[in-house]
Structures are given as structure tokens and as C-alpha cells.
């Protein structure tokens, strides 16, 4: 089985949708002469040609508007946006159109697009290009919302999002694109939306994490086992919108104790939603309060100081051991 980096194993789940269906394209800044500006999308210009893998303007509204035109006419656009906190351009016309659509025309209307777009810091980028607001979308009804971990289930899970028939938000972490290979089999594969993955079993704590803060929180668990001899469940949210609730709780309910981490801001982040899910499926598993480390409530650092800003495995560990010692 061949191993491959996050870009390396998204550009296999794009050439294997355009192969297999002539109504899937691309389109984006800078997507076709230079393969995106992560190279996600290289060689596919070459060859699909232009007509359906389109540079566009830089003009994140008018690209998204056009996605939403096309997939009205059973077309099936994925779009790239260069960064997530440039989606902030196109807000209007992801809320208004491409999240609505559907419902607004009582189902007439179809609107089968995917959204992609690299989010969060760890490449020392400047302002606006290291956000992670997938709060935002996860708030809209009518969007999907997807953030894989590593190659293996971005490539499955980007499948899973062109053949899905909802319009889906595929945050990728650009931290992790050429990170770590990891082995991604040949043949197709696809992994089902809305459903978390547990990435290891365990019965002292439950330890939830996603996209590339997954990274930390596995390299913590390894030390909290061997070290600390704390045997953590570790779970991979993988989407965010809908939210698996059942394999949350589950988890809570067996182990009694939850850390959350991610790195988008604490305020209204994506650990407050699964707090209210555990207090409302497991609450009276629970034998502590439950612990989220994430982002601080303010704007993205400058490179010079991002890593006080973004949870690490000594973090994590510091949260866990606070979360088991108490009675």
C-alpha cells in the first residue's frame, strides 16, 4: 500500500472523482497552471483540461456564486478557496445561497458542491490565513462540515463529500498537508459523513480532539499511557456538522472524564457545543467537569508568537492530569 502526504492523497480523491463523473470540476485562484497554491490540485489542469478544472478571478463571492450556478444545473463544483479566513469574502453568498438553496426551492434544487479550503496556523502565515472558523459554518443549517486528520481520511472523506448530496464546508489542516505519510490503498475508498472515529480505546478518560490538533493530542496519549499510566480513549471528531453525539457519549459514559482540544477560539468554539451534547446524553456519567483547551478569544497571532497560541501535547497532558485529579 502506497504512502502518501495529505496533498498527495487529496489529489488522488480529486483525480478519482473527475474520472469516474464528467459533471465534477474545479475551480479556483490559482487551481489549474499552478496546481493550487498548496499543489493540491497539480497535474489535473494538464489533465482534464481548462474547461473543467478553471482558474478564476480573485474573487472569493463571484467563485462561490458560480459554484451555486452550476450546481443548479447538475453540475458538481469543488471550489477551492485559498485560505479559510478568505471564505469571509464569500459569506454572503455561502450563507444565503449555498446553504439555503435547497430548502428555498423546496428540494428542486439540488445543491451538491463542496467547499474546500486549508484553515488554521503552524506554517507561520500572515493575518487572515491561519483562522480556524469552523464554528461558523457549523452554525448554518444546510452545510455540512468536514476536517480530516491525515491522508488516509482526507482522501476518503473528500470522496464521501463530491458524492454527497448537500453542499459540505472540507476544512483541510494546512499544518498536516505534508507533515507525515501515512499508507492510502489504491482502490477507491470512502468514509461515511457524520461520524467520529475512535482512534484508540481506552477507560480512565476521553480525549476528543480534530484536524491537526489531532497530531498533539496523539503524541500526548502516547506519553499520558507509558508515563502516566492513564489509559485515554482518544476520539477523532472528523465532522464537525452533523456532530456524532452518539459515539461521544458513549465514550463519556465509560470513562467518566473529557478533555476537548481544538485550536479555533474558545468563545462559542466547537468544545462548548460538545460540553452541551455530553451534559445532555452522559451528564450523569460524569465523575469531573469536563476540560477544553483550545485558542485564546483573539486574533491569530503574528508567526513570531502562533506557538503560544496553539494547544500542544505538553498542554494537552497538563489538561488531562488536572481533569484526573480531581475528586
Known sequence: MP???????????????????DSVLIMGQDVGVNGGVFRVTKGLHEQYGRDRVMDTPLAECGI????????VYGLKPVVEIQFSGFTMQAFDQIEQNMARLHNRTMGRFPMRMVLRTPYGGGIRAVEHHSES?????????????VIPSGPRNARALLA???????????????????AFREDVPEERETMPIGTSQVVREGKDLTLISYGAMMRPAREAVEDLVDEHGIDVELIDLLTISPMDSETLCKSVAKTGRCVI???????????????????????????APIKRLTGYDIPFPYFQTEQYFLPDADDIIESVRETMAWE
Not at 3 to 21: F, G, I, P
Not at 64 to 71: E, F, K, N
Not at 165 to 174: C, L
Open 133 to 145: 472558523r469552523e464554528t461558523y459554518w457549523a452554525h448554518t443549517p444546510g452545510l455540512k462540515v
Open 160 to 178: 464521501a463529500a463530491i458524492d454527497d448530496p448537500d453542499p459540505v464546508i472540507f476544512y483541510e489542516p494546512k499544518a498536516v498537508y505534508r
Open 261 to 287: 482540544v481544538h485550536e479555533g477560539h474558545r468563545t462559542c468554539g466547537i468544545a462548548s457545543e460538545i460540553i452541551a451534547r455530553i451534559n445532555e446524553g452522559a451528564f450523569e456519567y460524569l465523575e
Open 64 to 71: 462561490i456564486g458560480t459554484a451555486v450556478g452550476m450546481s
Open 3 to 21: 504512502q502518501r502526504t495529505m496533498v498527495e492523497a487529496l489529489n488522488l480523491a480529486l483525480d478519482e472523482a473527475m474520472s469516474a463523473d
